[in-house]
């Protein structure tokens, strides 16, 4: 396993329409995470899932965004009726979280999203 | 509010030279976690180190260590012996409590470039 994968790595779409984003997390981590990132910015938290249960949503996660992971494996980050404010680099992470504990997270290379 | 503050936007340090990056953070948590990542230009997250805040020696990896004053809510980033493979935006972060499901806080970052 060489680390957690995301799909496609660049994305331009014109406005209006939906995009879908993949991340292939670390095979062993029950813990996956997405982050967006706008230009001169740190990440920002806007989803994570416990296995496949969502567990907490970020208030920037507006109705427009819609995040999945059917079987606690891979995971989707959908993006209705795209806006050029959703123009950002979307980055997933996973961890093994364990009991009381957590393992560091470790990132993909991102999804870097154009809205047109 | 839980909140992380890198002051410097950009940093420059001379090869071979150490350089210290700063963050500060903010939290009303007795448990959490510092971490600091590189983010090259080609965008991954790349974990640097880690400090509990109940570890009581400063955490050190290879040429990364962390100064770590607690009573100051200070977790500043320590680079020796500066690489030009060094130069990339540098972000803090924070990982609150245990069972808080392990997202992130970071902070805005500050892009070290280092010179020959």
């Known amino acids: 396993d060489t680390g957690v994968s995301q799909n496609p790595r660049h994305k331009i779409t014109k406005r209006g329409q939906n995009v879908t984003f993949r991340c292939d997390p670390i095979?062993?981590?029950?813990?996956l995470y997405w982050y967006r990132q706008t230009l001169g910015q740190g990440p920002e938290f806007l989803t994570y899932?416990?296995?496949?249960?969502?567990?907490?949503k970020s208030r920037l996660l507006s109705d427009r965004f819609s995040a999945e992971r059917p079987k606690g494996s891979f995971s989707t980050l959908e993006i209705q009726r795209t806006e050029q404010g959703d123009s950002a680099m979307y980055l997933c992470?996973?961890?093994?979280?364990f009991g009381r504990g957590d393992t560091e997270a470790f990132f993909g290379q991102g999804t870097r999203l154009t809205v047109v | 509010a839980q909140k992380i503050t890198q002051t410097q936007p950009g940093m420059f340090v001379q090869e071979k030279e150490a350089v210290t990056l700063d963050c500060t953070y903010d939290?009303?948590?007795?448990?959490?976690?510092l971490f600091w990542y590189k983010q090259p230009s080609s965008g991954e997250m790349i974990f640097l180190i880690y400090?509990?805040?109940?570890?009581?020696q400063n955490a050190t990896e290879g040429r990364y260590s962390l100064n770590f004053q607690k009573a100051r809510k200070s977790a500043n980033l320590v680079i020796s012996a500066s690489q030009l493979g060094d130069s990339a935006m540098y972000f803090c972060?924070?990982?609150?409590?245990?069972?808080?499901?392990?997202?992130?806080?970071f902070g805005q970052g500050t892009e070290l470039s280092v010179k020959p």
């Open positions: 972060a924070m990982r609150e409590g245990l069972n808080q499901g392990g997202k992130l806080i």
């Open positions: 939290t009303s948590d007795q448990s959490y976690g």
């Open positions: 400090q509990g805040s109940y570890d009581e």
């Open positions: 899932f416990q296995n496949e249960a969502q567990l907490e």
């Open positions: 095979s062993e981590h029950n813990r």
């Open positions: 992470a996973s961890s093994l979280g």
